[in-house]
């Protein structure tokens, strides 16, 4: 083969690669379906566990939603934790819509704040439900990982992950609506379910 094909080669190689759009996805309330106001997982789980009737305020931090300290959050987490990230159901048509983009040569990175030593129950409740992804990463820092892992195009429910990705990076962000999220304003596109997140990826991307 000569250098000069050889060459073409390597052109036509980057080309490909750069042509695979890679899109962040975040996992809880974006692929996993918590539920909202009385119905959420999450809440449902504190009020039993610590005999409350309901939040004290609609925000994101279980301390301040429920008036508990840090070691009660980190008790509850430890004692219903696992036990919730097994049972929540995951939104409906999220794998659906995460398969066609992968037939159309997405790269799905999924961007957890998980720790990571929430991995294997994340790895089998992706496995159980099926749905695809190309990574998994465990990190607080997401715009960091956007940076890194080229990322063009994010999806969260925590505004607090979205506006340094947005200011910093200026790729288009998603907002899955939530109750915690819903005082808080920013340069993001509210959506509400995996059909809103197909459209808005195929007007913004495609
Ligand atoms: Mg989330």
């Given at each position: 083969m000569s250098l000069f094909m050889l060459e073409c080669?390597?052109?036509f190689v980057d080309e490909v690669i750069n042509m695979t759009k890679r899109i962040g996805v975040d996992i809880d309330a974006v692929l996993t379906d918590e539920g909202r106001g009385e119905e959420n997982i999450w809440h449902s789980n504190i009020c039993k566990h610590f005999d409350l009737t309901e939040r004290i305020d609609n925000v994101y931090d279980f301390r301040d939603a429920y008036g508990l300290s840090s070691e009660e959050v980190e008790e509850f987490i430890?004692?219903?934790?696992?036990?919730?990230?097994?049972?929540?159901p995951p939104r409906p048509r999220c794998k659906e819509v995460l398969s066609d983009l992968k037939e159309k040569d997405y790269n799905i990175?999924?961007?957890?704040a998980r720790p990571?030593?929430?991995?294997?129950?994340?790895?089998?409740?992706?496995?159980?439900?099926?749905?695809?992804?190309?990574?998994l990463i465990h990190s607080e820092e997401k715009a960091?990982?956007?940076?890194?892992?080229?990322?063009?195009f994010f999806i969260d429910d925590n505004p607090k992950h979205l506006i340094p990705i947005r200011e910093f990076?200026?790729?288009p962000v998603l907002l899955m609506n939530m109750d915690h999220n819903q005082g808080i304003s920013g340069e993001f596109i509210r959506v509400d379910n995996?059909?809103?997140i197909e459209k808005h990826i195929s007007e913004i991307l495609e």
């Open positions: 080669i390597v052109i430890a004692a219903k934790g696992l036990k919730i990230f097994r049972e929540v990175i999924l961007v957890t990571a030593e929430n991995n294997t129950v994340t790895l089998e409740w992706l496995e159980k439900h099926q749905i695809p992804f190309d990574k960091d990982v956007c940076k890194k892992e080229d990322i063009e990076l200026r790729i995996w059909t809103d």
